[in-house]
């Protein structure tokens, strides 16, 4: 049974760094069939994706964020890691990681419960 | 960026309603839409891909219809359960954007 865990501080000052890990079990992550996305809900608000890592290590992200995020992933631990650097009060969200099916049109079916992660001094 | 609008934002409906949300595309997408569902505190969860495949598992009275700019998820007949925020997710190119989501409250 695959599952997506997501782990990191709960609590990041403001323009520090913030990184997130996805543990994932149950699959492995360097599967040609799907890609794994990272999206994020602030507080009483709306989805909104963050980006993408394909199996081979390529990534495309959200252009709003482009400039401060990078993801990566280590197959070996089976894990998706998650930097956003510069972050403001504006990044506080619940973070999620989740699985999307290569071949399969706008379905992500598999997500992580999210982590909170608050921006304050 | 593709702009995904839902309408409406909210409403309001009982057990054992028929219930339409839509979502239109700021440009064509094709059939490349999904709708997901979001309950206070939970991880969104996938109800339909492709715009009008059901996922495994969830209940048939959910479908979802459309292609190009105007998409529609239909409840046949509400349950306790479906009482949730839903969203529209567009991947037809980056970014993957979201609707805004509406909110179905209990009448």
């Known amino acids: 049974q695959l599952q997506l865990q997501e782990s990191g501080p709960g609590l990041v000052k403001p323009s520090e760094t913030l990184s997130l890990t996805c543990t994932v079990s149950?699959?492995?992550?360097?599967?040609?069939?799907?890609?794994w996305g990272w999206i994020r809900q602030p507080p009483g608000k709306g989805l909104e994706w963050i980006g993408n890592i394909y199996y081979s290590g390529s990534t495309f992200y959200n252009p709003s964020l482009e400039s401060r995020v990078t993801i990566s992933h280590d197959s070996s631990n089976k894990q998706l890691s998650l930097q956003l650097s510069s972050v403001t009060t504006a990044d506080t969200a619940v973070y999620y990681c989740?699985?999307?099916?290569?071949?399969?049109?706008?379905?992500?079916?598999?997500w992580g419960l999210g982590t909170p992660v608050t921006v304050s001094s | 960026a593709i702009q995904l609008t839902q309408s409406p934002s909210s409403l309001s409906a009982s057990v054992g309603d028929r219930v339409t949300i839509t979502c239109r595309a700021s440009q064509g997408i094709r059939s490349d839409l999904g709708w997901y569902q979001q309950k206070p505190g939970k991880a969104p969860k996938a109800l339909i891909y492709?715009?009008?495949h059901l996922q495994s598992g969830v209940p048939s009275r959910f479908s979802g219809s459309g292609s190009g700019t105007d998409f529609t998820l239909t409840i046949s007949s509400l349950q306790p359960e479906d009482f949730a925020t839903y969203y529209c997710l567009q991947d037809y190119n980056y970014p993957i954007t979201f609707g805004q989501g509406t909110r179905l409250e209990i009448k």
């Open positions: 492709a715009a009008s």
């Open positions: 149950g699959a492995s992550i360097i599967n040609s069939t799907y890609h």
């Open positions: 989740a699985r999307q099916p290569i071949e399969v049109a706008a379905f992500f079916d598999f």
